[in-house]
C-alpha cells in the first residue's frame, strides 16, 4: 500500500510539471489567477479518478485475500484423514497418523510372510492406497524374523542347611547396593524385510535434471529414477557400536523400528528397553507362601524355608529370616551353629563389568573386640570375594563376569568373637539371579 501511495504522489507531481511545463511554452509569460485555477481542477479531477480505481483494486485485494485466508483455514479446521487401517491378521500395523500424505507400514510375526504393499499412503480422497496386506504362514523351508520366546519362570526353592550357634542379643543388618543396568546390546543378529523401491523426485531446469529421495532412501537406477530403501538395520548391526536399538531392529520402508524381548517394553526414545516389574505390576503366578523376585526380563518365585538341623532348631521370623532357638546350657554344637540365617535376592544383566559391589553386611552393635568377614561353604568360590570395607561392615564383591540365564549363590558370614573366643556367627544366603539379556 505504501508503494501504491508513493507512486500516486510521483504520478501527481509529473502531471502539475507537464502542464506548468505546457503552460509556459505556449505563453511565454506568467499564467493568470484563471489559467491556474482551470489547471488545479484539472488535476482533482484526475487525482479523483486515480483514487477511486486505487480504492476499487484496494477492495478486490482485500476480497481474495480473504478468501485465500478462509480456504487455508478451512483445510487446517476439517483435519481431513483416512480412516483407521486394520492390522493384519498375524501382523502388526506401523504408524499412528492417518492424515493426508502420511503412510502406514505392516509387518508380519515371525512365521508369516507379507502378502500385498508393506506401505500404504493417505491419498487426498481419503482413501489408502494399494489394497490390504494379508500375513501368510511360512512353510518349513521359509524365512522369517528371529523370534524370541521368554523363559517361563520358574519355582526357586531356597532352604537352609547349616550347622548352628549359641544364642546372642547381636543383630546384623545388611544392605542391598543397586545395580547399575549396563544398555549393552544383543549380540544375536536379525534379518530385516526386502527393501523397498519408489520412483525419485525430478525437476527438470535449464536442460538438467535434479533427482531426490525422501527420507530414508538412496538414489538408484541407470537415470537416478529409483530410490531404494537403506537398511539401517543393516547398516548399524546390533553387534557394533553405533547400533540403532538395543535388541532388536526391523527396518521398515524409509525407516526403522525397535522392539523388545518379553518382559520389557520400548523405552521413550523408542532404541532402548525398560524391564517390566511383574511383581510390583501384580504380573506373576506366585502362590500365598512363595516371594515374587522381579529379573531383568522376568520373575524368579523363591520359597524361603529355615534350616533343618540335628544339633539346633529355627524359627521364621520374617519373611526372609530365620532365628535360632535357645540352646541348652554347655551345648557346643548348638552354640556353634549361625545365631541367625537371612535371605536375599538379586537380579543383574548378563555380563556385567567386574568387580563389582553386589551386597554389603554391617554390624548394628558389637558385644566382642573383633569382627570376622568371609565366604561360607564352597558355593559361590571362584564368581565371588568378601573384602572388610569398614570397621564393622564386610563386602560381598562378584569378581567376574557371568553370562546369563543363571542362579547362583553365596554365602557371606560374620563371626564376633571375644578374645579369639566365639559369641556368634550370622550368616546371609544371597542368591544372584543372572539375567539372559545385557540390558
Excluded at 63 to 80: D, E, P, Q, V, W
Excluded at 237 to 263: D, E, I, K, W
Excluded at 395 to 401: C, E, K, R
Excluded at 424 to 439: A, D, E, H
Aim: aromatic content about 6%; charged content about 15%.
Amino acid at each position: 500500500m505504501e508503494v501504491l501511495l508513493r507512486m500516486k504522489s510521483a504520478a501527481v507531481l509529473l502531471l502539475m510539471f507537464g502542464l506548468h511545463h505546457v503552460h509556459f511554452s505556449d505563453a511565454q509569460e506568467c499564467p493568470s489567477t484563471h489559467d491556474l485555477l482551470t489547471s488545479l481542477r484539472q488535476v482533482e479531477k484526475m487525482l479523483a479518478v486515480h483514487e477511486a480505481s486505487y480504492q476499487q483494486g484496494l477492495r478486490s485485494l482485500r476480497r481474495k485475500m480473504s478468501a485465500l485466508h478462509n480456504s487455508t483455514m478451512a483445510i487446517f479446521k476439517t483435519g481431513a484423514s483416512c480412516t483407521k487401517p486394520d492390522p493384519p491378521a498375524n501382523g502388526r500395523r506401523l504408524g499412528r497418523v492417518f492424515a493426508i500424505g502420511h503412510e502406514v507400514h505392516f509387518l508380519c510375526t515371525p512365521g508369516y510372510e507379507l502378502i500385498g504393499p508393506r506401505t500404504r499412503v493417505c491419498l487426498e480422497s481419503l482413501r489408502w492406497s494399494g489394497q490390504q496386506p494379508m500375513c501368510r504362514r511360512l512353510n518349513a523351508s521359509g524365512n522369517s524374523l528371529a523370534s524370541f520366546s521368554p523363559a517361563a519362570p520358574s519355582s526357586f526353592p531356597v532352604s537352609a542347611a547349616l550347622s548352628s550357634s549359641s544364642s546372642s542379643s547381636y543383630s546384623p543388618s545388611s544392605s542391598l547396593v543397586s545395580l547399575p543396568s549396563p544398555a549393552s546390546s544383543s549380540s544375536s543378529p536379525m534379518s530385516s524385510p526386502p527393501s523397498s523401491v519408489r520412483p525419485s523426485h525430478c525437476t527438470h531446469f535449464l536442460g538438467s535434471t535434479r533427482c531426490t529421495c525422501d527420507v530414508g532412501f538412496t538414489i538408484s537406477g541407470r537415470d537416478n529414477n529409483i530410490c531404494t530403501d537403506i537398511d539401517e538395520c543393516l547398516l548399524f548391526p546390533l553387534a557394533q557400536p553405533g547400533r540403532l536399538c538395543v535388541h532388536q531392529c526391523v527396518n521398515t520402508p524409509g525407516s526403522f523400528h525397535c522392539f523388545c524381548p518379553a518382559g520389557y517394553d520400548l523405552s521413550r526414545d523408542a532404541r532402548s528397553c525398560t524391564d517390566v516389574d511383574e511383581c510390583e505390576n501384580r504380573m506373576h503366578n506366585c502362590s500365598a507362601d512363595q516371594v515374587c523376585v522381579n529379573t531383568y526380563g522376568g520373575f524368579q518365585c523363591v520359597t524361603v524355608e529355615c534350616p533343618q538341623m540335628k544339633n539346633a532348631t529355627y524359627i521364621k521370623t520374617s519373611s526372609m529370616r530365620c532365628e535360632r532357638n535357645p540352646c541348652m546350657f554347655g551345648d557346643k554344637s548348638c552354640s556353634q551353629a549361625p545365631n541367625s540365617i537371612s535371605f536375599h535376592f538379586l537380579s543383574v544383566v548378563s555380563n556385567m563389568s567386574a568387580p563389582r559391589v553386589l551386597f554389603r553386611v554391617s554390624a548394628a552393635r558389637v558385644l566382642g573386640d573383633t569382627l570376622r568377614f568371609g565366604l561360607a561353604g564352597d558355593r559361590g568360590r571362584g564368581h565371588f570375594s568378601v573384602q572388610r570395607s569398614g570397621r564393622q561392615t564386610g563386602t560381598l564383591l562378584l569378581v567376574t563376569p557371568i553370562q546369563g540365564p543363571a542362579a547362583l549363590e553365596a554365602e557371606v558370614e560374620m563371626s564376633e568373637l571375644e578374645r579369639n573366643n566365639l559369641l556368634g556367627r550370622y550368616l546371609t544366603k544371597v542368591t544372584l539371579f543372572v539375567s539372559p539379556y545385557t540390558f
